[in-house]
């Protein structure tokens, strides 16, 4: 990251590298997390109650180490440090924008980094997670775009970014506290970090399934939302095996357009992703599909721009989050003016849409939204690779 940062000190310690042949426990659904307790010598019969225990001392106390583990024996809790561990990615640096935003840059398995982004609020945070090491897609106006993809994070990596941002926060339940008996400081959860959520859907998947355990972090699927740009084929599947809330990188009204913006639409273009979105199994007023639209200056903010949305769109219950702009080093566009923004909103307001301004978080400390990228990645390329990269302007 950029030398002259706000970079804070970290204030915890890292955690100690897994031990060689122990599995680490964190990403395990309930059943391999019970199967691997009995292959580790746990009676069958007890199998199912120290599952449970494990469970809530993991994703509801923050445990990170067996000893701290008081209802469970001490032999038993020696056996369990003998055969598992408990996870976190590595914390490599946390920086603090001026308006409380924080990012954390993390080290998963084999070295690589993602990057995490929390967003307080005065009635809610928002953690922003990561799916990929990188990105598979090449959206024209995004950072993170014009990395390429590593790989996909497994499902105790994207889990590991809330329990890490809830160690730093100290967001995990006190002694003798219950669950729901104070404000979460993580309160809510958005797959629009690094990657494509949907390219890697099983990990995905697995990871909000652990986040919506009542039993575990306990987040209603309501607080969770994953964002795609637009993979046609897993829209319906997210729906009946994850079934959080929805957001669609649109970002523009025509295909020819939205071609260079999102290319991903020379695979599935607007007409196939409205289809899938009509067809999505937990599309209803109470529960709209928010449409995400970054506001690029004569690319996409015209007054015919805004009235063609609405007419593609009809007929979704919906939300339309306009993104202005943010900048990053390199960067092909402009962000729309503040006046073209409010005109844009303002004909899609008056024809009965829910049309927030997203107010730029972070910027100060590369965290806002299209900006995510690791250091190690920004700093070996230079301005001109980075434009490169990024391909043509679109029109």
């Known amino acids: 990251m950029p030398t002259d940062s706000p970079i804070r000190p970290d204030p915890l310690p890292l955690p100690a590298r897994p ?32 599952t449970a225990q494990l469970w809530q001392w993991i994703y509801q106390k923050g445990a990170r180490d067996f000893a701290a583990m008081t209802n469970l024996a001490k032999p038993y809790r020696a056996l369990l440090a003998e055969h598992f561990t408990i996870g976190r990615p590595e914390l490599v640096t946390r920086q603090v924008s001026a308006d409380g935003t924080r990012k954390y840059l993390l080290r998963v398995a084999g070295g690589h980094e993602v990057e995490v982004v929390y967003i307080p609020e005065t009635d809610r945070g928002t953690l922003c997670v990561s799916s990929q090491v990188g990105c598979t897609l090449t959206c024209s106006f995004c950072h993170t775009g014009t990395q390429k993809l590593v790989r996909n994070l ?3 990596e994207i889990v590991g970014q809330i329990m890490l ?3 730093d926060l100290g967001d995990w339940l006190r002694p003798g506290e219950g669950m ?18 949907l390219y890697n859907f099983d990990a995905v998947r697995d990871a909000m399934r652990i986040a919506m355990d009542g039993e575990g972090i306990g987040l209603s699927r309501r607080r969770i939302t994953l964002s795609t740009s637009g993979v046609v084929p897993e829209i319906a599947r997210a729906g009946r095996e994850i079934g959080c809330m929805l957001a669609v990188s649109l970002h523009a009204t025509t295909d020819a357009v939205r071609d260079k913006l999102v290319p991903i639409n020379k695979r599935w273009n607007i007409a196939a992703l409205l289809e899938a979105l009509r067809a999505y199994p937990k599309l209803s007023n109470s529960e709209r599909i928010t449409f995400e639209y970054v506001m690029l200056r004569g690319v996409n903010d015209s007054d015919e721009d805004a009235r063609r949305l609405i007419r593609l769109i009809d007929g979704i219950p919906a939300k339309i989050n306009l993104i202005p702009f943010n900048e990053w080093p390199g960067a092909p566009y402009q962000r729309s003016s503040n006046r073209r923004i409010r005109a844009f909103a303002d004909i899609l307001y008056k024809a009965g849409y829910a049309t927030p301004i997203r107010t730029p978080r972070g910027e100060d400390i590369m965290a806002a939204c299209g900006q995510l990228k690791s250091a190690t990645e920004r700093a070996r390329k230079s301005k001109r690779e980075i434009e490169r990269e990024a391909g043509p302007q679109a029109p």
């Open 180 to 197: 729901g008996e104070r404000p979460r400081l993580i309160s809510n959860i958005v797959l629009m970090g690094m990657g494509e959520p």
């Open 154 to 156: 497994t499902a105790g």
């Open 19 to 50: 031990g060689e042949g122990r599995t680490d426990l964190v990403g395990l659904s309930r059943d391999a997390l019970r199967a691997a307790l009995i292959a580790a010598g746990t009676p069958e019969k007890q199998a199912r109650m120290r």
């Open 165 to 167: 941002a809830r160690d």
